[in-house]
Nanobody, 125 residues
Framework: QVQLVESGGGLVQAGGSLTLSCAAS????????MGWFRQAPGKEREFVAS????????AYADSVKGRFTISRDNAKNTVYLQMSSLITEDTAVYYC??????????????????WGQGTQVTVSS
């Protein structure tokens, strides 16, 4: 059974930092692009960042560019999202996802087939 399990969420003050992790099990995603998405209350889920299978290519939403960094460790089948200079608008449930088959998808948001259960990030002012 394929599973993606996010961790690392929590409550942080504005200006603070958090690092999210997403551990995959059941199969290797070393040949798949991975992404992070988020959904704030009352809003649609939105793209945050993606990383290519090799880790050599990344893409970010304009709203997080320069503040968030996505990375991966294929040996651990794990993807990370380092978040810094957090603002209240970053409050959301964060989900990691694995693309169906492509190794590099840039900022494309379609084709993500595998999803975690999400981890809550709350940024207080």
């Amino acid at each position: 059974q394929v599973q993606l399990v996010e961790s690392g969420g929590g409550l942080v003050q504005a200006g603070g930092s958090l690092t999210l992790s997403c551990a995959a099990s059941g199969r290797s995603f070393s040949t798949n692009a991975m992404g992070w998405f988020r959904q704030a209350p009352g809003k649609e889920r939105e793209f945050v960042a993606s990383i290519s299978a090799s880790g050599g290519s990344t893409a970010y939403a304009d709203s997080v560019k320069g503040r968030f960094t996505i990375s991966r460790d294929n040996a651990k089948n794990t993807v990370y999202l380092q978040m810094s200079s957090l603002i209240t608008e970053d409050t959301a449930v964060y989900y990691c996802s694995a693309h169906r088959w492509r190794a590099n998808v840039g900022a494309a948001t379609t084709g993500y087939d595998y999803w975690g259960q999400g981890t809550q990030v709350t940024v207080s002012s």
